[in-house]
């Protein structure tokens, strides 16, 4: 099993940043990627962005392109998100989560950070 921690959330106004950690433990070398996904109140849970951990190939979500940066270090099992141009629709519970394979759902998710952005 894989643990993971997330922290870094906050209130931030609107066009500020945050950056967002995610601490991994446990079979850490079973990891395939990592993701950041968000929840909004009343909204599905949608994908932010993702990292392969070995090829480091990155994947972002439109609605964040050019303002998220993902990127991770993995001496010390840590993936991080910087959110930069922050808008008020992006206020939601941040979720760090991996999964095993490419073909794997992912499998491990952490509690999440609350990441809100007044206008």
């Known amino acids: 099993q894989v643990q993971l921690v997330e922290s870094g959330g906050g209130l931030v106004q609107a066009g500020g940043s945050l950056r967002l950690s995610c601490a991994a433990s446990?079979?850490?070398?079973?990891?395939?990627?990592m993701a950041w996904f968000r929840q909004a109140p009343g909204r599905e849970r949608e994908f932010v962005a993702a990292i392969t951990w070995s090829g480091g190939n990155i994947y972002y979500a439109n609605s964040v392109k050019g303002r998220f940066t993902i990127s991770r270090d993995n001496a010390k099992n840590m993936v991080y998100l910087q959110m930069n141009s922050l808008k008020p629709e992006d206020t939601a519970v941040y979720y760090c989560a991996t999964r095993q394979a490419a073909t794997d759902p992912y499998r491990y998710w952490g509690q999440g950070t609350q990441v809100t952005v007044s206008s």
């Open positions: 446990g079979r850490t070398s079973s990891i395939y990627s």
